[in-house]
């Protein structure tokens, strides 16, 4: 991989908070990913972008541990969650949107909220007698929908908000898990330019707060100006990773996009 | 008489309501018909009439039929259900019914085919207090039915747990993505819902004085015909339910209707006609 650089940013001696070691995914013959290996480091805004199909919510699902990949491993903050499953990992801070949304559509956007504010007790005692309605839990969620612009919808059923709306509400859901890794998946699909430009002012802010940041895009005006590192991926094999600049002006980059896209 | 009637429908209206409760917790969370709920129900009468031996306070009686109740329902949960789990619903249903029918067989074989007494002792002398409309024993079963119908509602509205029931019924997935350990939640579900059940038992074998191996099986079709009236997986709903059926017997054995109407049937002439008038319960919408 002639082109895979890996370039020192001004982030780039930071720790490594994620790192994956040659993870191949199959589903039943279809290869989804292959040898996939990148890390991730502590504060970067890490943009994954490819062509549909190309395996970017493979790998996100990999990660969050909703299944094992099929060959390497994943480590966060050092240690292995390959096999630990999605409700340990959320509680380790790995927190996710959905590329389709998916909200608790019969509860309300506090509720909704809630839920994740809920992660350190789930698995413990407390978790059986600690009541959720505790006023600074709820300030916490009710502040986090401030941030995302909600607070006015706290009350409304998650289902009857518009997707774009649902879209901000998962963000503040993620955001509920005092998450170290937050990956986003096609955040701005269905937004506005407007919503678009919001979300990207939001995303730095989180990254501002100390959180690091994986996104899957489409919309390359905002990848470009958020991320600090993007890879390429292109049927599952990274092809490319660098900074942005260096990623737009990469031929086999431009290559797999043409052939995909034009 | 009528307030006597009313008092007696909503002492069985409660019963139900703690019976079918589990039931509904169940299906709320794994879209299961949890046939052999009726059996843990009876396994709590049992449970009731050997601890005896250990203490005659109802109290502690009830306590011990809760916890063994309730342990049963997670292993049934496990052993049961979880293996079952990515098959068509019919199979969960299925097997529900062997247990239960296992469960009648087990009490027969371990007990005897006798009705059993179950004399506990109530605390405060509750039992004696003897008014024109309500007796003693129905002030105890009332009122244990109400302490454990608010504990239920404390945990299902007001707890974490309850929240991540709610959020696992909706999308699993995604409530293990915010952390939600959805194995032990649903393994919570069961031993609540079957702890209350395990209560039940005891109470009915106080109230009638009578533990026999069949005493499941009327509740068992009774409380799965108050879950569908209730909008099954809907908990207040299924209250509501369990108290109007009650009220309707009562005034129903005392009314002519009743002389050729058995009891044990009106709750599934409201079950056909809510199916057939409103299919998603008295309180469901959709
Ligand atoms: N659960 C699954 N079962 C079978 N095949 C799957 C599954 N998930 C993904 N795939 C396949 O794996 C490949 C990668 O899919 P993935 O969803 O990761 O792509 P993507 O890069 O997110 O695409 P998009 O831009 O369309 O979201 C596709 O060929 C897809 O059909
Ligand atoms: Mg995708």
């Known amino acids: 991989m002639g082109h895979d650089v890996e370039i020192d940013l001004d982030r780039g001696h930071r720790a490594v908070l994620l790192e994956m070691r040659r993870v191949s995914k199959q589903f039943h013959g279809v290869r989804a990913l292959q040898d996939v290996t990148l890390s991730v480091r502590q504060g970067q805004v890490f943009g994954i972008v490819g062509p549909n199909g190309a395996g970017k919510t493979t790998l996100f699902n990999i990660v969050c541990g909703v299944y094992p990949p099929t060959g390497g491993s994943v480590f966060f903050q050092s240690r292995d969650i390959t096999r630990l499953g999605s409700a340990r990992t959320a509680r380790m801070g790995i927190a996710r949107t959905f590329q389709i949304v998916r909200s608790f559509p019969r509860m309300t956007v506090l509720d909704n909220v809630l839920v994740g504010c809920g992660h350190r007790v789930y698995g413990t005692l407390s978790g059986l007698v600690g009541t959720y309605n505790r006023q600074s839990v709820r300030d916490k969620a009710m502040d986090l929908l401030k941030l995302v612009g909600l607070d006015h919808a706290a009350g409304t059923l998650a289902g009857k908000l518009p997707i774009g709306l649902q879209r901000r509400m998962e963000v503040a859901r993620a955001l509920a898990l005092d998450p170290r890794l937050l990956l986003l998946d096609e955040p701005c699909a269905g937004l506005t330019f407007g919503e678009s430009e919001d979300l990207v002012g939001l995303v730095q802010r989180v990254r501002d707060g100390g959180v690091t940041v994986m996104i899957v895009e489409h919309n390359m005006g905002v990848v470009m100006s958020l991320c600090d590192e993007i890879a390429v991926l292109d049927f599952g094999v990274k092809i490319a990773q660098g900074p942005p600049l260096q990623i737009s002006s990469n031929p086999r980059v431009i290559e797999a996009y043409l052939g995909k896209e034009a | ?286």
């Open chain 2, 1 to 286: 008489m009528f307030w006597q009637q009313l008092v007696n429908g909503v002492t069985m209206g409660g019963i139900y309501a703690l019976v079918t409760l589990g039931l509904t917790m169940v299906y709320g969370v794994l879209r299961i018909l949890h046939i052999s709920h009726a059996g843990v129900f009876a396994l709590g009468a049992y449970i009731g009439v050997v601890a005896l031996r250990l203490s005659p306070n109802l109290v502690v009686v009830t306590l011990l039929a809760m916890l063994v109740c309730g342990l049963v329902g997670v292993l049934m949960q496990r052993w049961l259900y979880r293996p079952l789990l990515g098959s068509s619903r019919i199979v969960p249903l299925i097997a529900s019914i062997g247990m239960f029918t296992l469960m009648e067989d087990l009490f027969r074989l371990a007990a005897g085919p006798y009705v059993l007494p179950l004399p506990v002792r109530v605390p405060f002398g509750l039992d004696e207090v003897t008014t024109s409309v309500v007796t003693g024993n129905q002030l105890v079963v009332l009122s244990s039915a109400v302490i454990l119908l608010v504990l239920a509602w404390f945990v299902i509205n007001h707890t974490r747990l309850g929240l991540a029931w709610k959020a696992t019924e909706q999308d699993f997935e995604t409530a293990a993505a915010f952390g939600v350990n959805v194995d032990r939640a649903v393994a919570m579900n069961f031993l609540l819902g079957s702890a209350i059940a395990g209560a039940a038992g005891v109470l009915v074998g106080f109230y009638y004085n009578s533990v026999y191996p069949t005493m499941g099986s009327v509740p068992a079709y009774k409380a799965m015909a108050i879950a569908v009236l209730g909008g099954l997986g809907n908990v207040w709903g299924t209250v509501i339910a369990a108290l109007l059926i009650g009220i309707i017997e009562a005034f129903l054995v005392i009314s002519p209707v009743g002389l050729f109407l058995p009891r044990d049937s009106i709750a599934f002439v409201a079950l056909i006609l809510v199916l057939l008038l409103r299919p998603y319960g008295l309180f469901g919408r959709r």
